[in-house]
T-cell receptor
Framework: GQQVMQIPQYQHVQEGEDFTTYCNSS?????IQWYKQRPGGHPVFLIQ?????EVKKQKRLTFQFGEAKKNSSLHITATQTTDVGTYFC???????????FGAGTRLFVKA | DAGVIQSPRHEVTEMGQEVTLRCKPI?????LFWYRQTMMRGLELLIY????????DSGMPEDRFSAKMPNASFSTLKIQPSEPRDSAVYFC?????????????FGPGTRLTVL
């Protein structure tokens, strides 16, 4: 069945450093979504990518969707303590009917 | 506009007891999802409904778990009998369309502890 792998599992950074999390699917995706979950909170939708090679930016966050639509990445420039949390990717199979969440990358930011 | 509402927010019960978790999706949303989150297994999809009809319950761990959606504004997830390994945070989410691949809006979750 469809699998969505996400790495790394954890990342510790110093405030001001960059951070990247990667998401890989065993199958071609129709779209990929990214969510952020603050400690003790619930997943909150960040963005959805649909097109091959698509790149979208939200302030210091840059999201990419691979050309083959099998991988994606989230890059945060100059992390801040407010970026702390777990970032999940969630992919939907081409022609599929449900979204599969990756295991998430937990980001720790040291001030 | 209210988001997804879940109750209770915290539940502590003893092994063998029945537990019922409740969810009110965002008004007008057509699909509803139940997830379980643990450190070991991450975020697992248990079941999802479309227009109140269960579409995929392949994630429901075993017969002790059951879910219902009697109308468009209410759903329950029941565990009977509960076991310590059921301890987790249970999230309900809804989407505005009939497709489950749309943006999901999560509720605050119910933290269940089974002693």
């Amino acid at each position: 069945g469809q699998q969505v792998m996400q790495i790394p599992q954890y990342q510790h950074v110093q405030e001001g450093e960059d951070f990247t999390t990667y998401c890989n699917s065993s199958t071609t995706l129709s779209n990929i979504q990214w969510y952020k979950q603050r400690p003790g909170g619930h997943p909150v939708f960040l963005i959805q990518l649909v097109k091959s090679g698509e790149v979208k930016k939200q302030k210091r966050l840059t999201f990419q969707f691979g050309e083959a639509k099998k991988n994606s990445s989230l890059h945060i420039t100059a992390t801040q303590t407010t970026d702390v949390g777990t970032y999940f990717c969630a992919g939907a199979n081409t022609g599929g009917f449900k979204t599969i969440f990756g295991a998430g990358t937990r980001l720790f930011v040291k001030a | 506009d209210a988001g997804v509402i879940q109750s209770p927010r915290h539940e502590v019960t003893e092994m063998g007891q029945e537990v019922t978790l409740r969810c009110k999706p965002i008004s007008g949303h057509n699909s509803l999802f139940w997830y379980r989150q643990t450190m070991m297994r991450g975020l697992e999809l248990l079941i999802y409904f479309n227009n109140n009809v269960p579409i995929d319950d392949s994630g429901m761990p075993e017969d002790r778990f059951s879910a219902k959606m009697p109308n468009a504004s209410f759903s329950t997830l029941k565990i009977q009998p509960s076991e310590p390994r059921d301890s987790a945070v249970y999230f309900c989410a809804s989407t505005p369309t009939r497709t489950s691949t749309d943006t999901q809006y999560f509720g605050p979750g119910t933290r269940l502890t089974v002693l």
